[in-house]
Every structure is written in structure tokens, then in C-alpha cells.
């Protein structure tokens, strides 16, 4: 079977592969200060806890956009799992032309999400990805990463409200009932949450009135807040991951 793992800013998150389906996935916190000891064996103990061993883990392919845990990562799979994995990055197949100033500059995490919309939903198509930063790519109908827009993610903002203001507190992200706010919380979430679908209705509109599909841990919500979003897929990098791992096979 296939371990698929996408390396987050916030979170680890893996996906089972028995072929193309995926059989289970689960996620854990990414800390820069884990071992590889550390790494190898939180993923072995989940997945016995899923059902499955370490034995039947005979691949293991990588999306990583943090460098700086990957070589303990990577040794805590060749030591745990007795695999050598594939990381993402330049050089690997993955169908898809990076037509970009700078093609090495593009997150393999924007790539992976960019090969899985355009083999499952075709194109030309736009990916939203509402995660740690909040993305919006656009993919050709032939294939082509044209570009794409990069802005802080929910969280990010949040964190900027409630750290770096005196009376501002900690809140759920949530759409509130109403736009304007008799109280802070609300106001807040009102803010937050209905800024970024605002946002992402300019910028959608302002790319092409094409398909979109988004992914991200806070997907689900945006998209039943905005007719721009066309399909919400939570486990669009994960897919991703799989497409890319057979077409290195072929």
C-alpha cells in the first residue's frame, strides 16, 4: 500500500492508498523539534491504531512545504516503514506544465493540488486552497500552471487580530448570523470569515468564470458561503499524491 503525506505549515496529514483508494487518513501537528525516532514511530502507532501495519506500507511518497523537518522525516519513514520515499519537488512527473517566471519557486503542495483538480475535474480549472496561506491557482484545459494568487490563510489573520491587539480574544472561526456585530466576538468572526469569502469571490471572478474546486482545512466552510466554489474535495492533495506516484511507475 501507498502512504501519502503532505507536509503542511499547521499539520502532517497521510493518506492509506490501496491502489487508487484511499483506505484511511489521519494528521497529527508538525514540530520542527521532533526526531526522526519521533516521526517513525507516531506514524507506526497510528496506523496500527487504524487497522494497519507498518509492514503493509511498501511506498511512501512526499509533499512537503517545510523544509526544515524533512530530513528527520524522511529518515523516521526509511527507519520505520524500510521505505525510501519520493518527495515532490523538481524533476518528478507529474503531467502538468509549470509555465510560471519561476517554476522552482511554486510549493509542491500548489503542484500536487493542481495535478489532482486537472485529472479528476478537467480543465481549465481553478484550485482554492484555504489553508495555513490561502491560495487560488489556475490550471489550462492542456494541462498548464499558469499562476496564481497567495494571501494570508483565516488562521493567519486571526492569530494577527488576537496577538498583536490588547483587548482582541481567542475565537472560533465560524460565519456569524448576521454581517454587522453587536458584540466583539461576532464582529470578529464577521470579519474573518466573511472577508475571506469576499475575497474569494473577487479574486475567482476577477481570474475567469471557470471551474473551481477547493480543498484546505477550512474549504468546506468557504465554499457553502460562496456560488464561485464549485467542488469541494478535502482530500484533493492526497489524491494528488497518488496520481503523481503512479505516473513515476509509467
Known amino acids: 500500500m501507498l502512504l501519502a503525506v503532505d507536509v503542511g505549515n499547521t499539520n502532517v496529514t497521510i493518506g492509506v492508498f490501496d491502489g487508487a ?3 484511511t487518513r489521519f494528521h497529527f501537528t508538525v514540530r520542527i523539534s521532533r526526531t526522526s525516532d519521533e516521526y517513525g514511530s507516531t506514524i507506526c502507532e497510528i496506523l496500527e491504531r487504524k487497522g494497519f501495519s507498518a509492514d503493509s506500507i511498501d511506498q511512501v511518497i512526499i509533499s512537503s512545504v517545510v523544509p ?22 523538481a524533476g518528478i512527473k507529474t503531467g502538468i506544465r509549470i509555465e510560471t517566471a519561476n517554476p522552482r519557486e511554486v ?33 489550462t484545459a492542456e494541462g498548464a500552471f499558469l499562476g496564481g494568487v497567495i494571501s494570508p490563510g483565516v488562521k493567519i489573520s486571526a492569530n494577527a487580530l488576537w496577538n498583536d491587539t490588547a483587548n482582541l480574544p481567542e475565537i472560533e472561526i465560524k460565519c456569524p448570523e448576521h454581517v454587522v456585530a453587536k458584540d466583539t466576538i461576532t464582529a470578529m468572526q464577521a470579519g474573518l470569515f466573511l472577508g475571506t469569502v469576499g475575497q474569494s469571490r473577487y479574486i475567482i471572478n476577477k481570474i475567469k468564470e471557470i471551474k473551481v474546486v477547493a480543498t484546505g482545512g477550512l474549504g468546506k466552510m468557504i465554499s457553502d458561503y460562496t456560488d464561485e466554489i464549485d467542488i469541494y474535495d478535502r482530500n484533493l492533495t492526497l489524491k494528488g499524491l497518488q496520481i503523481i506516484f503512479d505516473k513515476q511507475k509509467k
Open 21 to 23: 483508494e484511499m483506505v
Open 68 to 89: 526544515k523537518i524533512m530530513y528527520s522525516f524522511s529518515s523516521g519513514i526509511i527507519k520505520y516503514l524500510g521505505c525510501q520515499p519520493i518527495i515532490v519537488g
Open 107 to 139: 510549493g509542491p503542495d500548489r503542484i500536487v493540488d493542481a495535478v489532482a483538480a486537472h485529472t479528476l475535474y478537467g480543465g481549465p480549472i481553478i484550485v482554492a486552497d484555504y489553508g495555513t496561506a490561502t491560495t487560488y491557482d489556475l490550471i
